[in-house]
């Protein structure tokens, strides 16, 4: 231990602790497990079975400096000392832990990733005659470059006293053993399980916590049958695709007998394509070229973009140093240098205009930056400038089959424009001709429609960019998609919002006037439960009725069973507890009493003890308040007809 420097000490590992140091002469920085035998023969014999570990090399396997034996004269026992790699990006657990506690799901692309660098490092280990025998999260570092490697190997001889197993594995630990190592009879399949496990994980981080995934492996190992359940629900909920759960399944099938093989793997589509997008040289594809392991990455991020600058004809190094930004989002250092970062990213997309993957992974890292701004109240600086305007519109107008990159830029721009300034240099640079144009091709995608609608609703709050969604017939598409989305809460949200803008800017026939107000009741209808799309839809109606007395009357009267009126009061009942929704409730009552002949259609159906009951519970809210006594007073001018003043008069007379 002379040679090291403790850094700092983890309480991790189930064998003993693990040291984070320094070594004296090449002043890089390990990991030191150290496992404690208070018998010399075992610490000799773990010596001997550990050493094969230092043979191990592999992209996908943590590599292992020196395994040494020290004494201890503290606690008089002997420890075998196994040096490995360290990573000071983390583990695997630290990502999966950072996406649960955002409830933010896991991209697909990137479980198979991992699952192309799990197999293939499975099948160089199992080549070797070596088992892991307790893969799981904390056991899988994640290095600089974002690829994955397995670490921690159990070494047999300390696993073969049982009473000692049970005591120093913890059962939190034992979650992602496989049943026949619980049993002590591990094989060359345990890791499949653990695999299994860990996939589970990450496909559920967004769904339940730590504890109730524990619970969920407790269910699978007694009953495997309700796996069909759960991987049903993450393919429906989660959108993951069908050969990703079949994976999963096989993969956690309890008998080792009949579970599959690392090199049955091979044979899956699934497994093949994500071998060759990890760049395994199982696919038969190339591996990264030598040099992009010089991309500095522990420098800093000016270093870093110095260094992507020097090197930007090298697609691959731009690959590696996008995808270790994208990682680190999240950190401070990285958004805090976003006018540093802005002008690299747009020179490296506009540098690299053939590669697809390179510009997706800049528009989204874009997109990041813009949604932090946005969270952060910052609508000015490069990021929302012509610079990134005038940058990504080309590539959006270029690269229209490729839905993907469509879905980023839309959602980019839908976030640009909540800035008044951007809005107006997205108008400029025919940024609507050009999502119309997206809109029209994918009006099937919802995943495009949402973000587009999205966009053209801030975009059209600036005059001179409404009259240019007039002329493109923006409100014809956005009531196509709404029409043909009616049932996807997310699209309807989101057309119902551009349909007011849009609407406020149009000048529209009784035909149209009625398709809309009809089509609008349905979608009321149907999302009653969802507070954003009451709230859109109200706005939409509100103005509808406020340019005809025809939308006010299809309102009020039934169609296909539909009652508009019960439906907004029903609204009520169901938001009564939330002031903005029963404001914009409370909009829409005053501008139906605006025409006389609707009244005694309000009154019959007892708006005026909607109103009161209104009236009583937000007797606070003034805003509230204002609208509904405006609403009242309308409709107490029906209670005076000329009738009753005849009866009136003459009672005095007489």
Same mark, same amino acid.
């Given at each position: 231990?002379?040679?090291?420097?403790?850094?700092?000490?983890?309480?991790?590992?189930c064998?003993?602790?693990?040291?984070?140091?320094?070594?004296?002469?090449?002043?890089?920085?390990?990991?030191?497990?150290?496992?404690?035998?208070?018998?010399e023969?075992?610490?000799?014999?773990?010596? #001997?079975?550990?050493?094969?570990?230092?043979?191990?090399?592999?992209?996908?396997?943590?590599?292992?400096?020196?395994?040494?034996?020290?004494?201890?004269?503290?606690?008089?026992?002997?420890?075998v000392?196994?040096?490995?790699?360290?990573s000071?990006?983390?583990?695997l657990?630290?990502?999966?832990?950072?996406?649960?506690?955002?409830?933010?799901?896991?991209?697909?692309?990137?479980?198979k990733?991992?699952?192309?660098?799990?197999?293939?490092?499975?099948?160089?280990? +199992?080549?070797? +005659?070596?088992?892991?025998?307790?893969?799981?999260?904390?056991?899988?570092?994640?290095?600089?470059?974002?690829?994955?490697?397995?670490?921690?190997? $159990?070494?047999?001889?300390?696993?073969?006293?049982?009473?000692?197993?049970?005591?120093?594995?913890?059962?939190?630990?034992?979650?992602?053993?496989?049943?026949?190592?619980?049993?002590? &009879?591990?094989?060359?399949?345990?890791?499949?399980?653990?695999?299994?496990?860990?996939?589970?994980?990450?496909?559920?981080?967004?769904?339940?916590?730590?504890?109730?995934?524990?619970?969920?492996?407790?269910?699978?190992?007694?009953?495997?049958?309700?796996?069909?359940?759960?991987?049903?629900?993450?393919?429906?909920?989660?959108?993951?695709?069908?050969?990703?759960?079949n994976?999963?399944?096989?993969?956690?099938?309890?008998?080792?007998?009949?579970?599959?093989?690392?090199?049955?793997?091979?044979?899956?589509?699934?497994?093949?394509?994500?071998?060759?997008?990890?760049?395994?040289w199982?696919?038969?594809?190339?591996?990264?070229?030598?040099?992009?392991? +010089?991309?500095?990455?522990?420098?800093?991020?000016? #270093?870093?973009?110095?260094?992507?600058l020097?090197?930007?004809?090298?697609?691959?190094?731009?690959?590696?140093?996008?995808?270790?930004?994208?990682?680190?989002?999240?950190?401070? %250092?990285?958004?805090?240098?976003?006018?540093?970062?802005?002008?690299? &990213?747009?020179?490296?997309?506009?540098?690299?205009?053939?590669c697809?993957?390179?510009?997706?992974?800049?528009?989204?890292?874009? &997109?990041?930056?813009?949604?932090?701004a946005?969270?952060?109240?910052? %609508?000015?600086?490069?990021?929302?400038?012509?610079t990134?305007?005038?940058?990504?519109?080309?590539?959006?107008?270029?690269?229209?089959?490729?839905?993907?990159?469509?879905?980023?830029?839309?959602?980019? /721009?839908?976030?640009?424009?909540?800035?008044?300034?951007?809005?107006?240099?997205?108008?400029?640079a025919n940024?609507?001709?050009?999502?119309?144009?997206?809109?029209?091709?994918?009006?099937?995608?919802?995943?495009?429609?949402?973000?587009?609608?999205?966009?053209?609703?801030?975009?059209?709050?600036?005059?001179?960019?409404? +009259?240019?969604?007039?002329?493109?017939?923006?409100?014809?598409f956005?009531?196509? $998609?709404?029409?043909k989305?009616?049932?996807?809460?997310?699209?309807?949200?989101?057309?119902?919002?551009?349909?007011?803008?849009?609407?406020?800017?149009?000048?529209?026939?009784?035909?149209?006037?009625?398709?809309?107000?009809?089509?609008?009741?349905?979608a009321?209808?149907?999302?009653?439960?969802?507070?954003?799309?009451?709230?859109?839809?109200?706005?939409?109606?509100?103005?509808?009725?406020?340019?005809?007395?025809?939308?006010?009357?299809?309102?009020?009267?039934?169609?296909?069973n539909?009652?508009?009126?019960?439906?907004?009061?029903?609204?009520?009942?169901k938001?009564?507890?939330?002031?903005?929704?029963?404001?914009?409730?409370?909009?829409?009552?005053?501008? /139906?009493?605006?025409?006389?002949?609707?009244?005694? %259609? &309000?009154?019959?159906?007892?708006?005026?003890?909607?109103?009161?009951?209104?009236?009583?519970?937000?007797?606070?809210?003034?805003?509230?308040?204002?609208?509904?006594?405006s609403?009242?007073?309308?409709l107490?001018t029906?209670?005076?007809?000329?009738?009753?003043?005849?009866?009136?008069?003459?009672?005095?007379?007489?």
């Amino acid at each position: 231990m002379e040679n090291y420097e403790i850094l700092e000490t983890e309480p991790k590992g189930c064998y003993g602790v693990v040291h984070i140091v320094k070594h004296r002469k090449d002043r890089k920085t390990y990991a030191i497990k150290m496992i404690e035998c208070m018998d010399e023969a075992i610490a000799n014999q773990g010596l #001997k079975e550990s050493l094969i570990l230092i043979g191990l090399d592999h992209p996908n396997i943590c590599s292992y400096k020196e395994i040494f034996v020290a004494w201890d004269e503290e606690v008089s026992a002997m420890n075998v000392c196994m040096v490995m790699e360290y990573s000071s990006v983390g583990d695997l657990a630290s990502y999966i832990q950072d996406k649960r506690q955002r409830k933010e799901k896991i991209r697909e692309m990137v479980i198979k990733n991992f699952v192309g660098q799990m197999v293939d490092g499975l099948v160089f280990l +199992q080549s070797k +005659q070596v088992s892991h025998r307790n893969l799981k999260p904390t056991n899988i570092l994640l290095l600089p470059d974002l690829s994955f490697a397995i670490c921690d190997f $159990v070494v047999p001889v300390f696993v073969s006293d049982e009473v000692k197993f049970k005591i120093r594995m913890k059962e939190y630990s034992k979650l992602w053993m496989s049943p026949e190592v619980l049993e002590r &009879l591990p094989n060359l399949k345990s890791d499949i399980w653990s695999t299994g496990c860990i996939l589970l994980e990450m496909m559920t981080c967004s769904m339940v916590d730590e504890n109730a995934f524990e619970q969920l492996i407790r269910i699978i190992r007694k009953d495997w049958k309700y796996m069909n359940f759960i991987l049903e629900k993450l393919h429906v909920e989660k959108k993951y695709t069908v050969n990703l759960c079949n994976l999963v399944q096989l993969m956690l099938e309890p008998d080792p007998a009949v579970r599959t093989s690392v090199t049955a793997l091979l044979d899956l589509q699934y497994v093949k394509e994500s071998l060759v997008i990890c760049g395994s040289w199982l696919s038969g594809k190339k591996k990264s070229p030598v040099g992009t392991e +010089q991309v500095p990455f522990r420098e800093g991020i000016d #270093k870093l973009l110095e260094f992507m600058l020097v090197e930007i004809d090298v697609e691959e190094i731009q690959k590696i140093a996008l995808k270790y930004i994208a990682y680190l989002l999240y950190e401070s %250092e990285v958004l805090e240098s976003s006018e540093r970062m802005v002008p690299v &990213l747009i020179s490296i997309m506009k540098h690299h205009k053939d590669c697809l993957e390179l510009q997706a992974r800049v528009c989204r890292i874009l &997109l990041k930056f813009a949604m932090k701004a946005t969270e952060d109240s910052i %609508e000015e600086g490069v990021l929302f400038s012509d610079t990134v305007i005038n940058a990504i519109l080309p590539i959006m107008e270029s690269r229209q089959k490729f839905v993907e990159l469509q879905q980023i830029i839309c959602n980019l /721009l839908m976030v640009l424009a909540g800035s008044e300034a951007a809005g107006k240099l997205i108008g400029m640079a025919n940024g609507i001709q050009t999502i119309m144009r997206t809109l029209r091709i994918y009006i099937d995608n919802s995943h495009v429609c949402i973000p587009c609608c999205g966009a053209l609703w801030s975009l059209v709050v600036i005059k001179e960019n409404a +009259q240019i969604a007039k002329s493109e017939g923006s409100l014809r598409f956005v009531l196509q $998609v709404l029409e043909k989305h009616i049932q996807n809460g997310d699209v309807v949200e989101s057309a119902s919002a551009a349909l007011w803008a849009l609407s406020l800017h149009e000048s529209l026939n009784d035909e149209q006037l009625e398709d809309i107000t009809l089509l609008l009741i349905e979608a009321f209808e149907l999302h009653l439960r969802k507070e954003t799309i009451v709230k859109n839809i109200c706005f939409a109606l509100a103005s509808l009725i406020r340019m005809s007395e025809l939308v006010a009357f299809r309102i009020l009267v039934p169609e296909n069973n539909r009652d508009g009126l019960a439906l907004i009061i029903q609204s009520y009942h169901k938001h009564f507890t939330d002031p903005e929704v029963v404001q914009d409730i409370c909009m829409v009552f005053l501008e /139906l009493v605006q025409y006389e002949d609707v009244l005694p %259609e &309000l009154l019959s159906q007892k708006l005026d003890v909607t109103l009161n009951s209104i009236k009583i519970k937000f007797a606070s809210n003034e805003d509230i308040l204002i609208l509904v006594d405006s609403t009242l007073s309308k409709l107490q001018t029906i209670g005076s007809s000329p009738q009753d003043e005849d009866v009136d008069s003459n009672v005095v007379s007489i």
